[in-house]
């Protein structure tokens, strides 16, 4: 079934081409959540108009993003832990303790966005990143101190 994609799917094709998938991938996967639409005539001859909608949607979620990037950037988390005498913590700080604290600044974020490979299990500053958007990558400062 020949599909014009509304969005970037991974190993499938870029937001705008017209790819040729699965009739089950199309009916059951792609058109459902709104990532493509059939290649009837119509669709494609209003494939420039359809671009350009997507095009002005990416430009906006991109400038959301990059304006949560900027605020998140701006905030210092500080977190009291009660840690040994070689300054290792007792407990940890993981993604969801960023996220909490996130929530706390009125920023909502998932989890799975928050990019720390392990928890910070040591006193002193560390760096989390945060997966804003494929393009728009956050820093948070961290910053965990003895209680």
């Given at each position: 079934?020949?599909?014009?994609?509304?969005?970037?799917?991974?190993?499938?094709g870029?937001?705008?081409?017209?790819?040729?998938?699965?009739?089950g991938?199309?009916?059951n996967?792609l058109?459902?959540?709104?990532?493509?639409l059939?290649?009837?005539?119509?669709n494609?001859t209003n494939?420039?108009?359809i671009?350009k909608?997507?095009?002005?949607?990416?430009?906006?979620?991109?400038?959301?993003?990059?304006?949560l990037?900027?605020?998140?950037e701006?905030?210092?988390y500080?977190?009291?832990?009660?840690a040994?005498?070689?300054?290792?913590l007792?407990?940890?700080?993981?993604a969801q303790?960023?996220?909490?604290?996130?929530?706390?600044?009125?920023?909502k974020?998932?989890?799975?966005?928050?990019?720390?490979?392990?928890?910070?299990?040591?006193?002193?500053?560390?760096?989390?990143?945060?997966?804003?958007?494929?393009?728009?990558?956050?820093?948070?400062?961290?910053?965990?101190?003895?209680?």
């Open positions: 079934m020949k599909v014009i994609l509304l969005d970037d799917i991974a190993k499938v870029r937001r705008g081409e017209v790819r040729d998938v699965s009739d991938y199309a009916r996967f058109i459902p959540k709104k990532l493509a059939s290649a009837t005539e119509g494609l494939l420039e108009h671009k909608q997507q095009d002005a949607k990416a430009s906006r979620v991109r400038a959301d993003a990059e304006a990037r900027a605020r998140i701006s905030l210092v500080e977190e009291r832990r009660q040994s005498e070689e300054g290792k007792f407990g940890s700080v993981t303790d960023v996220v909490d604290f996130l929530a706390a600044q009125g920023v974020i998932e989890r799975r966005r928050v990019q720390l490979e392990e928890p910070i299990k040591a006193l002193g500053e560390a760096g989390v990143a945060i997966r804003l958007h494929p393009e728009v990558t956050a820093h948070l400062k961290v910053n965990v101190v003895r209680e």
